[in-house]
């Protein structure tokens, strides 16, 4: 395989769009008259004309790179039902929110999109719409449904019930994670496991994810294999904490999976992980083997043992920082990005200063900065009444924090400019015309080129800001 790995130019910051936790906001393209079948229903037997054909549908996704996935799995249902694809809700019939509920602001975000989409239906243009994914399953959301009138609510265990709203037979779950991904995409998300067995205080993923499930080793080899003869050449393994997969029966661990997928894809890179489970294995395959993307999102959230305890995270700002030691020595130029939480309640100054030092020594690429956000049933939601940091309080360490990160980040960027990388062209146009695209080393960079995604392309970086680089022209492709 070609690929510039370990050679020259390893790179810096990205801002990549789509990752655990990070509320985005993406129309999922629905294609008219695409693969029969592929959510593996028989959609062609004793059905003359497809539900859908002549109709029109819109999914849209808030929230971690896991609704991302479960939309791309809504989305074969929509394509196997005979939709068109429309980006707008004005010219949808049928409406698909698939949502987030880590932080409130996303659950804030979504009741504006529903109150869009009621008006939209009582004026006759939208004709049903659901709400799914973790907002779905959440306390407030027959309350949503009696509001807005919302015609069907469904969490994540039950998005297979989506059939029937589209008019497909009926779909019975078979075991979550083993639901196939969509073929012939130049990228596609596995998902190895759900659910999560940690119960960090200020998070809901446990209650509305459930414990962890892990997917077989054979049932994700498969689906790699099946995959990449479709044309996939870029796999990124998923789950909330996929450094944490075992085998069910047998001694495998995350290392040997991600060993295993690397053999059978031309690229791999895998989100989230979880600082108690990262193995010094796993950080020196990344650096030792040449279809692995040298990039790793450890979340730390916070830098203060006193508040790692409060969290209930389970390890030590030190052993932390030793994690991070072996990563920078296995996966030189690697890009390391984290999450951190300010204004868990009861933070003190000192407990942020401590996270301010943690983000000098480790040199982050990249850190996605949360103010905390008390989430109801989480144990620091009920802290929050007698311990919550004030908002302005917040809101200045929150700034802090990023300004330490961009700084480190420019700073490890600038150093790239000069060397030539390989560069695997992601997706989209930015504003200005280039394409994204990602370093071996998982950096984001712009690249003027009409390369499409999927190709590689050989260039030279020219700039560099805090969250992207620049490259110049292709050199090859
Ligand atoms: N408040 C603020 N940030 C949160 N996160 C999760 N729950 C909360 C919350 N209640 C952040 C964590 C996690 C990321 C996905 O979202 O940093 O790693
Ligand atoms: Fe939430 Fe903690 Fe599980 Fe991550 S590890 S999903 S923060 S409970």
Known sequence: MTSMKNGPGKSVASAASLRHGIPVSKPVAVKLGTKPSSSGMNVGSGIGLAPGAGKTACIRTFGCQMNVHDSDRMLRMIRDAGYAEVQRY??????????????????????????????????????????????????????????????????????????????????????????????????????????????????????????????????????????????????TLLGQTVDAWREREGKKRFCDLLERVAEEAPRVSFTTSHPSNMEDRTLELIGETETIVGRLHLPVQSGSDRMLRTMHRGYSSERYRRKIEVFREAVPGGMLSTDIIVGHPGETERDHEETLRLVEDCEFDLAYVFKFSPRSGTEAAGMYRDEAVPGDVAQRRFVEVLRAVEQNALRLNREKIGSVEQIYMRHGRTGDGSAIG????????????????????????????????????????
């Open 90 to 235: 004005e010219e949808a019939d049928v409406v698909v929110l698939n949502t987030c509920y880590v932080r409130e602001n996303a659950v804030d975000r979504v009741r504006g999109h529903l109150g869009e989409l009621s008006r939209l239906k009582k004026e006759g243009r939208v004709k049903k719409f659901a709400l799914t994914g973790c907002v779905g399953e959440a306390e407030e959301a027959s309350q949503l449904q009696n509001t807005y009138g919302i015609d069907l609510v469904l969490g994540t265990h039950n998005t297979y019930e989506l059939a029937e709203f589209v008019g497909l037979p009926g779909m019975t779950e078979t075991y979550t994670p083993d639901l196939p991904g969509i073929e012939g995409e130049h990228q596609a998300f596995v998902t190895i496991m759900t659910g999560c067995n940690y119960g960090c205080s200020y998070c809901i993923v446990p209650s509305v994810r459930g414990r962890m499930v892990c997917r077989p080793m054979e049932s994700v080899i498969s689906e790699v294999k099946r995959l990449v003869a479709s044309g996939t050449r870029y796999v």
């Open 438 to 477: 990602e370093t071996w080393s998982g950096h984001s960079v712009h690249v003027p080129t009409d390369a499409a995604p999927g190709d590689y392309v050989t260039a030279r970086i020219d700039n560099a800001g805090p969250h992207v680089l620049y490259a110049g022209k292709p050199m090859s492709s």
